[in-house]
């Protein structure tokens, strides 16, 4: 009966081993999305002003305007896409965390209710 309890504190620790991994590799991914949805929220404002000028311009400066409109629009694009495609792997990660946790309260709970049923047993 003993070495059950010790079992599942073995497997306990175990279980909770993996889910800080899974956890440290979750918040790095985390890290990069962040940084990508910031990176998206930067070049739309800066499309944004790039369209909001109310100043007459001269055509020289209109084409340059457009050039620069152009250009941070393809980054907006290209920025979007990056994130579409890191998404699925960034929810695959969240998913494999959050279960590799649940995984260690599981255990950590059969534990306890292990012990309680022994101490009732006892009295």
């Known amino acids: ?23 440290k590799t979750f918040a790095a991914f985390n890290a990069h999305m962040t940084v990508a ?14 369209y909001d000028s109310t100043a007459p311009l001269t055509l020289p400066e209109a084409r340059i305007a457009n ?34 946790f649940g995984r260690a309260e599981a255990l950590l709970g059969l534990g306890q209710d292990e012990a309680e049923r022994r101490r009732k047993e006892k009295y």
């Open 1 to 23: 009966m003993v070495d059950k309890i010790k079992q599942l504190q073995q497997l306990e620790r175990i279980a909770r081993l993996k889910a800080e991994r899974q956890l």
């Open 37 to 50: 949805r910031q990176r998206i929220d930067s070049l739309q404002a800066t499309l944004a002003q790039s």
């Open 67 to 100: 050039a620069q409109a152009g250009r941070a629009a393809r980054e907006l694009r290209h920025a979007d896409q990056e994130l579409q495609r890191m998404l699925p792997r960034f929810q695959i990660a969240r998913q494999q965390a959050a279960r590799e």
